[in-house]
């Protein structure tokens, strides 16, 4: 069935022209208003992604800066070997000290080596200290690096005899002067002598250490 219209065609196509530019104007006025929308929802998702990825370069920094403390300073000491020589004194008879040493780091920290002393007074003396030492690192001095160890050998005496020689406690430190390579420093060893029938003791202080690691 035809329904008639209420208003004929040629009504719409006759409208006076302020109703046209009225209609259009509303439809003007509603476009704006979805563009307004849409730039100001893509302004937020805009501003959402910068915040993501400024708190994300944050977190970034802060776990470099963590990884950062939490390296191993000043030269990487694991797996390689050192030989020097040191010159000082042993004390308890002032007696002159020259002193050939060798070390192996068997981890960043922990280092065994063998100390071999010529001991000449009266009568010259030899002595043999394996020594185990535990490295330390500093973080604001990362060049620095002081040490603490134990050791155990025998001293054997020109004129025949010989003692035992616990070294009950090694300090020292180095200063790495050439990186990774060249390192200087004093060392300090306290001793107990004994042929187990007289103990005595020492102190060694060799206020010179270089050695040259390889």
């Given at each position: ?80 070997f050192q030989t020097g020589l040191g010159l000082g004194m042993v ?124």
């Amino acid at each position: 069935m035809f329904v008639r219209p209420k208003e004929p065609l040629w009504f719409v196509l006759t409208l006076p022209k302020s109703s046209v530019t009225k209609i259009a104007m509303k439809k003007i006025k509603n476009l704006l208003v979805v563009a307004a929308s849409l730039t100001l929802a893509l302004s937020s998702v805009a501003s959402a992604k910068t915040a993501n990825k400024k708190t994300h370069n944050k977190k970034t920094h802060v776990s470099q800066k963590k990884s950062v403390s939490h390296e191993r300073y000043g030269s990487d000491r694991q797996g390689k070997f050192q030989t020097g020589l040191g010159l000082g004194m042993v004390f308890h008879e002032p007696t002159f000290d020259l002193r050939l040493n060798s070390e192996y780091f068997v981890t960043h920290n922990i280092s065994a080596g063998l100390n071999i002393d010529f001991l000449f007074h009266d009568d010259t003396v030899f002595s043999f200290d394996g020594v185990a030492r535990y490295n330390f690192d500093i973080v604001q001095v990362p060049r620095l690096v002081p040490y603490v160890g134990m050791g155990l050998g025998a001293a054997v005496s020109a004129g025949g005899g010989g003692a035992l020689d616990l070294q009950v406690a090694d300090l020292g430190f180095r200063f790495e002067a050439l990186p990774d390579h060249l390192f200087v420093g004093p060392d300090l060893g306290v001793h107990v002598v004994t042929d187990f029938e007289d103990t005595t003791w020492q102190i060694s202080f060799m206020f010179l250490n270089v050695n040259y690691r390889f």
